[in-house]
């Protein structure tokens, strides 16, 4: 068994050492960034995430509409992609002020968008230029927002570090593990090159950075709250994952594109944060009460 891994290890090494050599590049320039960002909080990091939901958005709308078919393509993009633009401006701007406001704002998103559908004659019509926008609201807006709210509360810096790099850590430990061993195939009708080593390797690693980073930061959860919040980080990750794995199979598209040099796109690298940041801000107020 021993000799069989470390032969996996010594073939897999050669074709896939400048896609992590990339991957390795960007993590030393962007983590950098995002530590920052998250520090500052305020305005700089809500127009940071606004910037990489809006960039995230456009990959996510060219890929469900499509190139050759859907609605008018302005500047290279389907026109609905700028009113989704509008939206996750719109959606993170409400939550730097607050969870009713931005309640309000993904409510009034979600009717405008309806509206702007409903002015095509045909129902199918209508319904096909809707569904694809709604989805990116739903995806990105209602998830996405998250990143904002999580980092206003009392110990937001704190806990915005826990979640976006415990969701960072399980990736990376999922990549790397099934990279190197992974055999059986998690859903190869969602993602073929998605293991079970890899993610039981990202759960338990995961998990245990997750750890780690609560230490790190001072949170200092108690071991209860932390033995129960780290698997279930690690595994919100994990279906992160497969969710836009879904979106991007059913888009016919392999990666989101290719703006973050070894990761993919912005979309790609938001996957697993997505649903992390949502579930450790509902903890929060739920414990907090």
């Known amino acids: 068994m021993r000799a069989t891994i470390l032969t996996r290890l010594r073939t897999a090494a050669p074709a896939?050492?400048?896609?992590?050599?990339a991957r390795v590049l960007s993590a030393l320039v962007?983590?950098?960034v995002i530590l920052g960002l998250i520090h500052l909080g305020g305005v700089a990091y809500a127009l940071a995430a606004a910037a990489v939901l809006c960039a995230a958005s456009l990959e996510l709308t060219g890929a469900l509409y499509g190139s050759g078919r859907g609605p008018l393509r302005v500047w290279g993009q389907p026109a609905p992609a700028y009113l989704a633009l509008a939206i996750m401006g719109l959606l993170t701007a409400a939550a730097h002020h607050g969870a009713d406001r931005w309640a309000g704002a993904l409510t009034?998103?979600?009717?405008?968008?309806?509206?702007w559908a409903l002015r095509r004659p045909r129902p199918v019509e209508a319904l096909s230029l809707?569904?694809?926008?709604?989805?990116?609201?739903?995806?990105?807006?209602?998830?996405?927002?998250?990143?904002?709210?999580?980092?206003?509360?009392?110990?937001?810096?704190?806990?915005?570090?826990?979640a976006v790099f415990g969701a960072f850590a399980v990736d990376t430990a999922a990549y790397?593990?099934?990279?190197?061993?992974?055999?059986?195939?998690?859903?190869?009708h969602l993602s073929p090159g998605k293991t079970w080593e890899g993610t039981l390797g990202g759960l338990g690693l995961g998990s245990l950075v997750i750890v780690f980073i609560n230490w790190?930061?001072?949170?200092?959860l108690s071991t209860g709250e932390i033995a129960v919040l780290a698997p279930l980080m690690a595994m919100a990750a994990t279906l992160g994952d497969l969710c836009e794995s879904f979106l991007k199979r059913g888009a016919g598209v392999k990666d989101a594109s290719t703006a973050i040099p070894g990761h993919g796109g912005f979309l790609d690298r938001l996957d697993s944060v997505l649903?992390?940041?949502?579930?450790?801000?509902?903890?929060?107020?739920?414990?907090?009460?």
């Open 16 to 21: 896939r050492g400048d896609a992590l050599l």
């Open 216 to 220: 790190a930061t001072g949170l200092r």
């Open 108 to 115: 009034l998103s979600v009717a405008l968008s309806l509206l």
């Open 130 to 162: 809707w569904l694809p926008l709604v989805a990116t609201v739903a995806y990105l807006g209602l998830l996405g927002g998250h990143l904002v709210l999580l980092r206003r509360l009392p110990d937001g810096r704190e806990l915005t570090l826990l």
């Open 275 to 289: 649903f992390v940041v949502p579930l450790v801000y509902y903890w929060r107020l739920l414990v907090s009460g």
């Open 30 to 32: 962007g983590v950098p």
């Open 176 to 188: 790397m593990v099934g990279r190197t061993v992974g055999r059986r195939k998690l859903a190869p």
